[in-house]
Structure formats: structure tokens, C-alpha cells
Nanobody
Framework: QVKLVESGGGLVQPGGSLRVSCAAS????????MGWYRQAPGKERELVAT???????DYIDSMKDRFTISKENAKNTIYLQMDSLKPEDTAVYLC?????????????WGQGTQVTVSS
């Protein structure tokens, strides 16, 4: 069974930094793309960033200057480094993956990790 488990959320002051992680139960090469979404209270889920197995990263324009997505193949983990955090970045951050090969056509979600930006 494929699982995605996020960690690293928490409370951070405005202007601070935080890194969230998503550990997959399978090799991340099992996915043709992985990404981070976020959902704030009362708002729709929105895409933050994606990364492919060969490391190509893509971002929503409004976040590309402050957020960095990366991966660590040996740990089957992707990360989202968030800098210069703002209160409006407060949300549940969710890991997403789209399978390839034997997992083709399947989409997976983690349970999410809460990030709260507040003084």
C-alpha cells in the first residue's frame, strides 16, 4: 500500500522559515510527479509546487521567490522549504503524488501537516 506521510509543520513567526517533509512508502521514482498543495480554512485547495523524478521543479508564481521544493531519493522524501513566511501562508500542507509504471493512473495524498504563521 502506497502511503505519503507529511511532517515538519508547526507554529512560526512572520518572516520565519519552516521545512516540511513528505516521506513515501515506495521509491519516489514510482511517481511521475510529486507536489505540495495547501488548504487554508474556508478556502479551496491550491497547488504550491511540483517536482519530477529528474528534479525539474515548478512553482505557482506567487510562491516561487519564497518556497523551494526538493527531493532526496535515498530517503524517498520530498521537501518544501518555506522562507519569509506570512500569516496568509497559514494552511494545511498536503503532499500529492501521481503514479507511473505499475502505479500508473493512481493519485495519492498524505494526511497533511499544519503550518501556522502567527506572532
Amino acid at each position: 500500500q502506497v502511503k505519503l506521510v507529511e511532517s515538519g509543520g508547526g507554529l512560526v513567526q512572520p518572516g520565519g522559515s519552516l521545512r516540511v517533509s513528505c516521506a513515501a512508502s515506495v521509491r519516489i521514482s514510482s511517481f511521475h510527479v510529486m507536489g505540495w498543495y495547501r488548504q487554508a480554512p474556508g478556502k479551496e485547495r491550491e497547488l504550491v509546487a511540483t517536482i519530477t523524478p529528474d528534479g525539474f521543479a515548478d512553482y505557482i508564481d506567487s510562491m516561487k521567490d519564497r518556497f523551494t521544493i526538493s527531493k532526496e531519493n535515498a530517503k524517498n522524501t520530498i521537501y518544501l522549504q518555506m522562507d519569509s513566511l506570512k500569516p496568509e501562508d497559514t494552511a494545511v500542507y498536503l503532499c500529492n503524488a501521481h503514479g507511473t509504471g505499475q502505479l500508473r493512473g493512481r493519485e495519492y495524498w498524505g494526511q497533511g501537516t499544519q503550518v501556522t504563521v502567527s506572532s
